[in-house]
């Protein structure tokens, strides 16, 4: 069974380039979820969706950060301009409201803003 | 949302048990207690979870104080794959799904 894709895993861009890194889900999960990671802040909850809806953005770090879910099986996180702070591991991850709620995670896109 | 306190780091031998604590003192009563850990840059991968007893899967045990005020997670018989870091959280059904706050978690080395 296929997992969480993530796509691209690696992005190299350059401060002011809009960047946008995409995500999907696993087949018939309901709850999505973006994440941030950094040797400084570790990983950070952005964002997340239920049933396409965004519950919590409070995460999201500035305006230049957007996530869109347009159906069940697409994500998008968008950073416009992008600047070298930004540089990080983006996760997403995809999750069934089911006894556990077991989160499943995507291999990450890393991201560097030069 | 309750937050957890765990150790920054153990080394734990190999083939023998791994436990690893995590406070949680704030956990209200319809939290449960998750337990992830990532290895290396991969995404992080569940273990288990639990309300208030003790759950076994073929991974790991989880023991719950009977306050719920704190939780240790058992790895048996450690091996070197299991080096990684461990991530304990308290999550609550909310807005129909399970919101998940990682902390810092604490850093795990098998030594041969």
């Known amino acids: 069974d296929a997992g969480v894709i993530q796509s691209p895993r690696h992005e190299v861009t350059e401060m002011g380039q809009e960047v946008t890194l995409r995500c999907k889900p696993i087949?018939?999960?309901?709850?999505l979820f973006w994440y941030r990671q950094t040797m400084m802040r570790g990983l950070e909850l952005l964002i997340y969706?239920?049933?396409?809806?965004?519950?919590?953005d409070s995460g999201m770090p500035e305006d230049r950060f957007s996530a869109k879910m347009p159906n069940a099986s697409f994500s998008t996180l968008k950073i416009q301009p992008s600047e070298p702070r930004d540089s990080a591991v983006y996760f997403c991850?995809?999750?069934?409201?089911?006894?556990?709620?077991?989160?499943?995670f995507g291999e990450g896109s890393r991201l560097t803003v030069l | 949302d309750a937050k957890t306190t765990q150790p920054p780091s153990m080394d734990c031998a190999e083939g023998r048990a791994a436990n690893l604590p995590c406070n949680h003192s704030t956990i209200s009563g319809n939290e449960y207690v998750y337990w992830y850990r990532q290895i290396h840059s991969q995404g992080p991968q569940y273990i288990i979870h639990g309300l208030k007893n003790n759950e076994t899967n073929e991974m790991a045990s989880l023991i719950i104080t009977e306050d719920r005020k704190s939780s240790t997670l058992i790895l048996p018989h450690a091996t070197l794959r299991d080096t990684a870091v461990y991530y304990c959280i308290v999550s609550v059904f909310t807005s129909g799904t399970y919101k998940y706050i990682f902390g810092t978690g604490t850093r795990l080395k098998v030594l041969a």
């Open positions: 087949s018939g999960h309901n709850s």
């Open positions: 991850a995809s999750s069934f409201f089911s006894n556990t709620g077991e989160l499943f």
């Open positions: 969706f239920n049933n396409n809806v965004p519950i919590d």
